[in-house]
């Protein structure tokens, strides 16, 4: 079974600049979470979907951030514009629901880093 | 919230046997017990969940007592491939992990 894929894996961008990731879930998983992980910290939730809908996205700093999940499968996050303290590692993981017993599987994350 | 406590980091030997506890006072009735494993570069991976009482698997074991405030992740004989973050989550559809525990085994 294939695991998430995230893509890209590294990015470099300058401040003020606009950024964005993909994320494909394991299939047939309806649930789909964004963290952020700053260095030395534990993930940070950002966005959570069921399906294409929204269930979370009270720590989403909308100024900047948005997400979507247009046919309920893969889900981009941009950034726009990108801010020196965004530098961190974007995880993308998946469920198959989303009750808490329902296990989340993790992507490898794009790491970036704004200049 | 649920919020969970744990240690910020601990050291071990391989072959030694490590138990990590976190605290959770405010569990909810629904709440179950979520163990990830985070290596550096990579993001976090399940390792064991469970409600009550004990359950076990290949990889460790996770107690719980009756009160349920609080779990013990065990790792039975650690090698070095072990080192690396711990965390334990708590809440019923809300997925926010703590800053885990740093878990270092030294040969």
């Known amino acids: 079974e294939a695991g998430v894929a995230q893509s890209p894996r590294y990015k470099i961008i300058e401040k003020r600049q606009s950024v964005a990731f993909w994320c494909n879930p394991i299939?047939?998983?309806?649930?789909l979470y964004w963290y952020q992980q700053i260095l030395g910290q534990g993930p940070k939730l950002l966005i959570q979907?069921?399906?294409?809908?929204?269930?979370?996205d009270s720590q989403l700093p909308k100024d900047r951030f948005s997400a979507e999940r247009l046919k309920g499968v893969d889900s981009t996050l941009k950034i726009q514009p990108a801010k020196l303290e965004d530098s961190a590692v974007y995880l993308c993981?998946?469920?198959?629901?989303?009750?808490?017993?329902?296990?989340?599987?993790f992507g490898p994350g794009t790491r970036l880093l704004v200049l | 919230l649920a919020k969970t406590t744990q240690p910020i980091s601990m050291d071990s030997y391989e072959g030694q046997e490590v138990n990590i506890t976190c605290s959770h006072n405010?569990?909810?009735?629904?709440?179950?017990i979520t163990w990830y494993q985070q290596f550096p570069s990579q993001g976090p991976r399940f390792i064991i969940q469970?409600?009550?009482t004990k359950v076990t698997n290949e990889v460790a074991s996770l107690f719980i007592p009756a009160d349920r405030k609080s779990s013990t992740l065990s790792l039975p004989r650690v090698s070095l491939s072990d080192t690396a973050v711990y965390y334990c989550?708590?809440?019923?559809?809300?997925?926010?992990f703590g800053a885990g525990t740093r878990l270092t085994v030294k040969p």
């Open positions: 299939s047939g998983h309806a649930t």
């Open positions: 405010n569990i909810a009735t629904n709440d179950y």
């Open positions: 469970g409600y009550k």
């Open positions: 989550l708590v809440k019923l559809y809300d997925m926010r």
């Open positions: 993981a998946s469920s198959s629901g989303l009750a808490q017993k329902e296990t989340q599987y």
């Open positions: 979907f069921q399906n294409n809908g929204v269930v979370d």
